[in-house]
């Protein structure tokens, strides 16, 4: 994996990144087609504390696919 500075921030080359806005995207695309319940808990999330959540980690071969990124608290 391969990693630079753009923009002043440490970015990596890994087809997995997403960019910043590419993140609010899918969280926003995921919160409104979500029953808006966290993958952890199963409470309901507020709009204002919602964040991504992966299902299977980056780490164990996950990616940032939709299908793999869930809301949480």
Known sequence: ???GLQG??????????L?????KNQL??????SDKKCILCWEFVRRDQA????VIPLSKGG???DEN????H
């Open 69 to 72: 990124v869930a809301i949480a």
């Open 28 to 33: 926003n695309r995921l919160y409104n087609s």
């Open 51 to 54: 964040s991504r959540e992966h």
């Open 1 to 3: 994996m391969k990693f």
């Open 19 to 23: 960019t910043r806005n590419q993140q």
């Open 8 to 17: 002043g921030r440490l970015v990596g080359s890994r087809k997995n990144d």
């Open 63 to 65: 990616c940032n696919c």
